[in-house]
């Protein structure tokens, strides 16, 4: 098991930056991948972009080019650079772990941060 953490929303202006951060409670040495996915005001919630134990990272269509995930497997911290936002970016973003458990991967999530892109 694992607990998450999310922190680094707020408000931005369209075309501003903003780096999320993602602590886990335990080494995330042995965790399948980690990602990051978003729900925006009356949507789906959907994948934003995931990154795997070898840095293997895939991204959203609507995010790539502008955001950027990685990894400090010694700090135990998962980060999401997003610039060029857009107002379309507006959304809770949460922190997502998948962990391999019993022949399953099991999935665990962090409370979410806001991210407001307004002018």
């Known amino acids: 098991q694992v607990q998450l953490v999310e922190s680094g929303g707020g408000l931005v202006q369209p075309g501003g930056s903003l780096r999320l951060s993602c602590v886990a409670s335990r080494s995330i040495y042995s965790i399948y991948d980690m990602g990051w996915y978003r729900q925006g005001p009356g949507k789906q919630r959907e994948l934003v972009a995931v990154?795997?134990?070898?840095?293997?990272?895939n991204y959203a269509d609507s995010v790539k080019g502008r955001f950027t995930i990685s990894r400090d497997n010694a700090k135990n911290m998962v980060y999401l650079q997003m610039n060029s936002l857009k107002p379309e970016d507006t959304a809770v973003y949460y922190c997502?772990?998948?962990?391999?458990?019993?022949?399953?991967?099991?999935?665990?999530w962090g409370q979410g941060t806001q991210v407001t892109v307004s002018s």
């Open positions: 990154i795997s134990s070898g840095d293997s990272a």
């Open positions: 997502n772990a998948r962990i391999f458990e019993r022949l399953q991967l099991i999935n665990y």
